[in-house]
């Protein structure tokens, strides 16, 4: 198990604190510092329009570009879905209303002890094995010293020095259409802490409002090595992150609810030279392609300091990213180390894992996103299918449950990627929620390639099964959608079609041999799609060709 040891000291600094305004509206406690003022105030900017470059641009571009080379590495905090605050017993719930799961120790009040929340490190651990990390079995919580209006206490409780993972890599596919290819980036770090509140500025600037339902969430930092190269590797990395925690139970990792935010170090330097540029910060990226688009733009900016001889107007900073300009903005300058005064947290003991209880955990984790793309491989599909099914742990969970019922791994892949993708996207709904079940799936490709239903009537199948539910025997028999197999019931429908049309008969023996597919059509209409397509036409070439040596 994992055991905490008190570490028989404790530390009391003089802590002075500040004095907001809180005031209670409709029973929500809010806490309002007047006065405060964002340093980039995007409401009040006009937002240029965007412009496509001309190719003439994006040559010049290109040939800027070639004597460079990039140096990206991304800070990741991921969001843990535990069911309180890590250090309290505060639940949080994305959405609510401000200021209502609270408590002293989140809202830093003098006394407040916090409570080291065990699911927290259970997490950690889950994330550092998948990671391929070396685990700390002794780590520490430190204090991170600097003051923002929504860091209630002064400081945030994080790990300085001994980190719970560190030295390890993730494995990752780069999608068909970037240029494919398998990419390896390392893993410096893995540690636990809490999470700020948040700032709701008014739309008129005068002031701010400090929300501290976050305040305390526990947070998992994920630093990766400066291993990227591009924009593209960036935001793949980011996606195979998501895709893990989202394997492992440990985060919903929706950007959008800041589960997972990505802040990206981007730094440039000629090619051949050892020591690195200088490194930007930048943040304010909501979405993959935000991270893709944001470091694109800052190696261009940088590159282009460069070949101006400039470079030495690249200084240290943090910078957001603007969406409407499509451009990185200065946001303050950037902290060294020594400005957070980091020493152990005096109000927590040491946290001791035995190797029986990393173990265990070891030995709970589900297959990984990169296991599951291997196998898919060895089944033959390509990676355009394997990198879609193992996207979703849900949808690789369907098509696995599909495929243990005997169906054919192509098949079920383009069912999957297909159709009910399709149906997926338009109603918004996930896998889990549709009525279609893995066994039905399975039994409906069967059917067809058994030849007992067609292609065509398969999908009519599919979508009452996705909407409705049901069974495929069950609807074949109900409805009579066997499939027509007798040769002699076929060839009749075909002559009638045939004598039904003698003007396109007469054209198909003039050379219209296109006019087949109008003919085979008109067949599948006169059985009610049933006829055996396969049959339909062998039969159908025969009548036709008999016709033309007439």
Known sequence: MASILSRGFQIRPLVVYSSPIFSKRNGVLYCTLQGVETQTDQHKKPQPQIKAMTQKQNRMVEQLLQGYEAIIGIETHVQLSTLTKAFCGCPYNYGSQPNTTICPICMGLPGALPVLNSKVIEFAVKVGLALNCKLSLNSKFDRKQYFYPDLPKGYQISQFDIPVATGGYIDLDLPVEFGGGHRRFGITRVHMEEDAGKLLHSDNGTHSQVDLNRAGVPLLEIVSEPDMRNGIEAAEYGAELQRLVRYLG???????EGSLRCDVNVSVRPKGQAEFGTKVEIKNLNSFSAINRAIDYEILRQVHLHSKGQAVEIVQETRLWEEGSQKTVTMRKKEGLADYRYFPEPDLPEVILTQEYVDSIHDSLPELPE???RRYEKMGLSMQDVLFLANDAT????????????????LAANWVMGDIAAYMKNEKMSINEIKLSSDELA???ASI???TI???IGKEILFELIAKGGTVKGMIKEKNL??????AEIERMVDKVLSENPKQVEQYCGGKTKLQGFFAGQVMKESKGK??????????????NAAKDS
């Open 250 to 256: 440990v985060s919903n990792g929706n950007m959008q």
């Open 371 to 373: 296991m599951r793309r």
């Open 395 to 410: 949808v690789a969970q369907f098509f696995d449950a599909t495929m243990a019922k005997g169906a054919d791994a192509k």
């Open 443 to 445: 039994e409906l490709i």
């Open 449 to 451: 390639k058994s030849g």
């Open 454 to 456: 067609s292609g065509k």
């Open 482 to 487: 066997v499939q027509i197999v007798d040769p």
């Open 531 to 544: 006829a055996n397509p396969g049959l339909l036409n062998k039969i159908l070439l025969e009548k036709l």
